[in-house]
């Protein structure tokens, strides 16, 4: 059974990881490209789904997989910074450590994978 605590802690790490995404999408419009607007949150997205995502076959284990939780979060900060934002860089950069420190404290239920 999942408490409440964790289940607070796994939906505002979703709420990073989509704000993670159209945050990468501002970013690549703000530079003026379209194509990067596009390819920066697929490249973020096929990343976290294939190391990161509960799901993944190829799920990295931790420390791997917090270094990169780190590396991806740490891009989307500095795409942020890069944008002109840093109040919201910094508040989205303690929210996201404090999430996925949160989830190794209250580990998120790991799904069956489908045969």
């Known amino acids: 059974m999942i408490t ?3 289940r607070a802690s ?18 690549g419009g703000e530079r003026g490209s ?3 607007a596009v390819i920066a949150p697929l490249v973020l ?7 990161i995502a509960p799901r993944s076959r190829r799920r990295l284990r931790d420390p791997w997989r917090a270094a990169g939780e ?3 979060f740490g891009a989307v ?12 860089a910094a508040v989205f950069a303690v929210v996201a450590f404090l999430t996925a420190v949160a989830v190794r404290i209250w580990p998120e ?7």
């Open 10 to 27: 796994l939906v505002l790490r979703f709420l990073c990881e989509l704000f993670a995404i159209a945050a990468l999408a501002v970013w």
């Open 34 to 36: 379209p194509l990067l």
């Open 70 to 72: 780190l590396v991806i």
């Open 45 to 51: 997205v096929a990343l976290w789904g294939v190391f």
């Open 77 to 88: 900060v500095a795409a942020i910074v890069d944008g002109g934002d840093p109040v919201t």
């Open 4 to 6: 409440a605590v964790a």
């Open 109 to 115: 239920p790991v799904p069956a994978r489908p045969e």
